[in-house]
């Protein structure tokens, strides 16, 4: 891949990107696509196993000579972002070397397989260190310079294992957690132009027992679920021009969905002193799907839950 200033409309032309768990499979495509866009790249990879053990800066240095070989721009950081040190340093490297800091994907992770009879609280300590945590500390450390300069964009790496899957319980707990750190970080940053999402990759990595880099789809099961199929998404969310704040999107295998939290209208018992027959007699309507609803907020979600205990106006009541 040869890698150029792209002119196209949607290009990085002067902007820095941090991607953290960049050394190795999807990090790794999105750190190419940002800098083939002309992006200038901080590839953050620790370089441990999946489960979160030992450290090797060999992936990280890799993917930059990656970059550089093809005419981008990139340096390699192999701090451990589940430290609130680790997490500044990152975002100090790319300000050290290329003096500011415009997008920000988290993308780095850990998983280690077992259900609730199986795990241990180190186990979900080890999880939320290094997802929740990690996206934490290098947010915490460019919410900074975002705020002054009244721009940044942050991806955040959530998962379709917050559905629920066998023996995946620490990871899909920790992934969880991300989506109620960026719904509330986005609305911190509509004021300042920072624009806080979340996408679900779909795609044949070392996780899913795929090739450590995420080149190899030719001894993959399934090799059109590359990891390059989820980047042109995570590019779309970093650019300038993203339309959108707060969401989930997932992306795999050439398709890109709308992920979203929504609310049931729900039963509304008429007077406030229901029992437990009435929410049993009524259950049908309260899970009634026609007509949800999909809150912007916590306000807006209140606002529609409990707006039966606003006075009519006089209008209202006619």
């Known amino acids: 891949m040869e890698i150029g200033v ?30 083939q866009r002309g992006a ?49 340093a990152v975002i100090d490297t790319a300000l050290e070397h290329f003096g500011r800091i415009d997008v920000l994907v988290n993308n780095a992770g850990i998983i280690e397989y077992g259900d609730l009879s199986q795990v241990d609280l180190g186990n979900l300590e080890r999880h939320l260190a290094v997802h929740p945590h990690g996206s934490f500390t290098t947010m915490w450390a460019a919410w900074p310079q975002f705020v002054e300069q009244g721009y940044g964009r942050v991806v955040l790496t959530t998962s379709s294992g917050v559905f ?21 970080a986005r609305l911190a940053g509509e004021p300042h132009d920072i624009k806080v999402n979340l996408v679900a990759p779909a795609a044949y990595t070392r996780m899913a ?3 450590p880099l995420g080149e190899d789809t030719a001894k993959s099961p399934a090799p059109a679920m590359s990891p390059d199929a989820i980047a042109p998404l995570v590019a779309y969310l970093a650019h300038e021009s993203c339309p959108v704040n707060g969401e989930i999107y997932t992306a795999g295998a050439g398709r ?27 259950w049908d309507t309260v899970n009634d799907e026609k007509g949800y609803y999909v809150p912007g ?4 979600w209140s606002g529609s839950f409990l707006r039966h205990l606003i006075p009519a106006t006089p209008a209202e009541e006619k």
């Open 164 to 184: 629920g899957m066998a023996e995946n319980l620490s990871y899909a707990a920790a992934k969880g957690g991300l989506i109620g750190l960026a719904r509330s």
């Open 6 to 35: 792209d002119m196209s409309e949607l290009g990085f032309e002067g902007r820095v990107a941090v991607v953290t768990g960049a050394g190795r499979g999807i990090g790794r495509a999105y750190a190419l696509l940002l800098a």
């Open 209 to 211: 027992g795929g090739d």
């Open 256 to 282: 890109f969905a709308r992920l979203f939290l929504g609310s049931t209208e729900g039963y509304l018992h008429p007077d406030p002193r229901p029992g437990v027959e009435d929410v049993a007699a009524n």
């Open 40 to 88: 200038k790249v901080v590839v953050n990879d620790l370089g441990g196993t999946m489960e979160g053990g030992g450290a090797d800066s060999g992936p990280a240095h890799a993917v930059v000579e990656e970059i550089r070989a093809a005419g981008g721009t990139a340096v390699a950081d192999t701090h451990d972002i589940s430290t609130q040190v680790g997490g500044a």
């Open 297 to 300: 907020s916590t306000l807006e």
